[in-house]
Structures are given as structure tokens and as C-alpha cells.
């Protein structure tokens, strides 16, 4: 997961976290599609939001939004497209709240809309980490706003994605296997429900009038889906304003500040890891023996090293890899456990 990471919720906390993260004078567009795996077209132009997937998530975030009717479906997706992309038919796609309506689609009319997104002040951007103890996660947020800024409503919302994902898609006239990536799950938020069918989960923050410089800091909540691989799980978490029945994505995130993903009980009863920030070997320590196998996957849900190991002690190279956030992958017959890694 570029991005990475990992829920399934439903329930939102109180604001429980007291210290701000850092926040970057930065911002990343959200890309989202209303799709289905029994709409044709939808898996013929599929390659237009796969390249912008595999080329520019470092500023474009995708969101690959199934309706309730797909074999791949959600609850919320279908009310999303209703919201962002005006309804009507699919595939259908928006880029932070504009529908972009041209026909057929192309790569190129998103990067355009998204010339004109990045053309203009980073009014507001949010930063994330987030812990998960036993099957709870807690996701804690920071946004910051760098201009002066006023609308009816901000607020700040998540949603949980899938990668890696083989879908039995149709392609104009006949289904195939196609692999897809950033399936939504589930939304973390309250409902915002406009009617018509026009649907959004976000928390609200603020009303009004913001001063540049002010921050927000926000807790969420939830409980974790076993039947989910934390390892193919990305979490996106967006700061949206509204302006009467309009929304606007002022920007998205998707790489959690450093946080270990387990709990210290859970680290010292299974796993560490060595130096964390690491630039060259890594050390993995488990407190049993025995097969495990040992995977480190990248922000975009690819296995980059794999291995097994029989003893308590493990190290790896990593001198390798470049700058960014990874996740450590330990299993053996009985658990799983994953933790975030640093590359500095």
C-alpha cells in the first residue's frame, strides 16, 4: 500500500489523542471510481486508473470504489459515486470531489485536473499514524491548515482499501481474472447523508471560518476483520470541505508517520525489529524458533524480500531498498504479525 494500511470500522473515537503530528505544507489528490465487475466498460478502460495507480501515487491516490451489486462490492462506494460523480452510469470518476465527465476516460484528463488541483494553494493537509493492539486499531490524525480558509463544514474521513485482489471482471462482452488494486473496503466516519441516494462518512472538525496555521487533531476507532491480510490493506484519510451539497478532497494521505503496528506486549511476547529507522541489516529477533516465514512488502502491497527462517535470529539486507515506509511480515503455522519499518 503506498499507503498503507489497515482497517475496518465502524466505530469512531472521541478526539482521545492529545499530541499533533507533523504535517507537511503539502497536498495529494484523490482519485475516485465508481466501478463494477459485471460493467464492460469499466473493465476495458481499467487500464487508465491502473496507470495512474502503478505511475503517480506519490500525488494521486486512487480509490477504486466496487458498488454494492459488484462481486467485489461495498456498502458505500455506489452513495460516493452518487456524491462525487453526479450518479449516472459507470465507470465514473471524480479527482478530490470534480467529476471529471469527458468520454471515454484517459489518463490524461486526470493528470490535467490534476495540473489545475496542484496549480492552486495547499490550503489544508493531514498527517496519520495509527496502532492496532489485538484486533483494535486506533488511527490518530493531524490536519493543519496553511491558509485562511472558510466553508460550511471540514472534515476528516478514511477509508480502509484492498490490494492484490483477482476479480472476475467483465471486458466488453466476456469476464477474465484481472488483477486490481485499492478495492475500497469500508469508510471510517459518521454519515453525511445529502438524499438521493448521495453519501459520505467523515468526522467533522471545524465550521466556518479557519485561520492559517490552526491544527486540528482527530482519533478514530475500530475493530479489525480477521478475515483481511494486513499485509494487502492500505488506509487513505482525507480532509473534506463542504460548501453546501459540494465536496472538495483539500487534500488525502496515505503513508502513516512511523508507529510500531502491534502493541509492546505483542512485540516482546513475538517479534522485534532492529535498528528501526535501518539502511543496511536489518535484525529480526523472535522470541520462538521454529519455520517462520519472514516478508517485507512495500507501501504499494509488492513483496520485495522473502525468506524462512528456523532460528530466533534473523538478518536481512536492506541496503537495497530505497527511503520510505515497509512493513515486516512474520508468520508461522499458528499467528501473524506485522510491524512498520523505516528506510533512511
Not at 137 to 142: A, D, F, P
Request: aromatic share 10%; proline share 2%.
Amino acid at each position: 500500500m503506498r499507503k498503507i494500511y489497515v482497517l475496518i470500522f465502524v466505530l469512531i473515537s472521541a478526539n482521545l489523542f492529545s499530541q499533533s503530528l507533523e504535517v507537511e505544507e503539502s497536498k495529494k489528490a484523490l482519485l475516485f471510481k465508481g466501478t463494477a465487475s459485471w460493467c464492460g466498460p469499466c473493465g476495458y478502460y481499467h487500464g487508465v486508473t491502473d496507470e495512474i495507480y502503478n505511475n503517480y501515487s506519490e500525488s494521486i491516490l486512487f480509490l477504486n470504489g466496487h458498488v454494492a451489486t459488484s462481486s467485489v462490492g461495498d456498502n458505500y462506494s455506489g452513495d460516493m459515486h452518487n456524491l462525487l460523480n453526479g450518479a449516472g452510469g459507470i465507470p465514473s470518476y471524480s479527482l478530490s470531489g470534480v467529476h471529471l465527465a469527458l468520454w471515454p476516460p484517459t489518463v490524461e484528463m486526470i493528470l490535467e485536473e490534476s495540473e489545475v488541483f496542484f496549480a492552486n494553494p495547499v490550503i489544508a493537509n493531514i498527517a496519520f499514524n495509527y496502532e492496532i493492539v489485538g484486533n483494535e486499531l486506533t488511527v490518530n490524525t493531524t490536519t493543519k491548515f496553511f491558509q485562511d480558509a472558510s466553508a460550511d463544514n471540514f472534515y476528516v474521513g478514511a477509508m480502509l482499501v484492498e490490494n492484490n485482489i483477482l476479480v472476475n471482471q467483465k471486458v466488453d462482452d466476456v469476464y477474465e481474472e484481472m488483477l486490481q488494486h485499492r478495492i475500497q473496503r469500508t469508510v471510517l466516519g459518521e454519515l453525511i447523508d445529502l438524499g438521493e441516494g448521495k453519501k459520505l462518512w467523515a468526522d467533522e472538525i471545524a465550521t466556518g471560518a479557519i485561520t492559517a496555521g490552526t491544527s486540528f487533531d482527530h482519533s478514530l476507532s475500530a475493530t479489525l476483520n480477521n478475515s483481511w491480510d494486513v499485509a494487502n490493506l492500505e488506509l487513505i484519510v482525507v480532509v473534506w470541505q463542504r460548501t453546501g451539497v459540494e465536496f472538495r478532497a483539500l487534500s488525502s494521505e496515505d503513508v502513516p508517520q512511523i508507529i510500531d503496528a502491534v502493541s509492546d506486549e505483542q512485540e516482546e511476547l513475538e517479534f522485534s525489529i532492529f535498528p528501526n529507522p535501518c539502511n543496511e541489516v536489518l535484525t529480526i529477533s523472535m522470541e520462538e524458533g521454529g519455520d517462520t516465514e519472514i516478508t517485507i512488502i512495500d507501501n504499494l502491497g509488492r513483496v520485495l524480500k522473502q525468506e524462512t527462517s528456523s532460528t530466533t535470529i534473523t538478518n536481512i539486507d536492506v541496503s537495497q531498498l530505497e527511503k520510505g515506509v515497509y512493513f515486516v511480515k512474520i508468520s508461522n503455522a499458528n499467528k501473524t504479525f506485522t510491524k512498520s519499518l523505516l528506510i533512511q
